[in-house]
């Protein structure tokens, strides 16, 4: 079974930088998994902010940014704000004859 | 505007099925879009169930493939999940998403399922 791993949590001081990764228990991850990142806080549905690895959509802030690094993918935020405190999970795209999407367990961000 | 809201049931009995159906608006359940379910057990990360396209079929996570049927109607723009033989493990907030393109979005609020005797 395929496992998908994200740091469990990040703290972060406001207006600095944090990197959450994204991992594959089969290998590197490549553009090919097209990486999406969700953004969830409590109570409430997750909103996406990354597809495809790096393309936002409109309302994705700008301090968002998706990329490859290395072996993972990474969903970087810089300057952060105080409402970026919630859990952020990464999906990624499995190919082949069964194709299906996994989560990674999420990586609870604390702004502080 | 798309729209799409979970309803069904609230409780299950365990052993038996769950079903929930999402309603689109705003789009057209026949364009080319995968319709999708994801689930949140309480206090949990979240789980990929499964797609569904009008015309290009289905596919489900291989740990729910044995009990998950995932269906279309045309024409009341819906879309649905069944999920059988469920157990206290199947307790989630089930989401409905428009899928496609590689994208995730909008999701519906959501919906709790408790399985529970």
């Known amino acids: 079974q395929t496992v998908v791993t994200q740091e469990p949590s990040l703290t972060v001081s406001p207006g600095g930088t944090v990197t959450l990764t994204c991992a594959s228990s089969i290998g590197p991850v490549t553009s090919a998994y097209y990486t999406n990142w969700l953004q969830q806080k409590p109570g409430q549905a997750p909103r996406p902010l990354i597809y495809s690895t790096n393309d936002k959509y409109s309302w994705t802030p700008a301090r968002f940014s998706g990329s490859l690094l290395g072996v993972r993918a990474a969903l970087t935020l810089s300057g952060v704000q105080p409402e970026d405190e919630a859990e952020y999970f990464c999906?990624?795209?499995?190919?082949?004859?069964?194709?299906?999407?996994?989560f990674g367990g999420g990586t609870k961000l604390t702004v502080l | 505007q798309v729209r799409v809201q979970e309803s069904g049931p609230g409780l299950v009995r365990p052993s038996g099925t769950l079903s929930l159906t999402c309603t689109v608006s705003?789009?057209?359940?026949?364009?080319?879009?995968?319709w999708t379910w994801v689930r949140q057990p309480p206090g949990k990360g979240l789980e990929w169930i499964g797609e569904i396209h009008h015309r290009k079929g289905t596919f489900y996570t291989p740990t729910l493939r044995s009990r998950v049927t995932l269906t279309v109607d045309k024409y009341t723009n819906q879309f649905s999940l069944n999920l059988n033989s469920v157990t206290a493990a199947d307790t989630a907030v089930y989401y409905c998403v428009k899928g496609g393109d590689w994208r995730f979005g909008p999701w519906g609020q959501g919906t709790l399922v408790t399985v529970s005797s």
């Open positions: 705003g789009d057209s359940i026949s364009n080319d879009i995968w």
């Open positions: 999906m990624l795209y499995y190919s082949g004859a069964q194709p299906h999407w996994v």
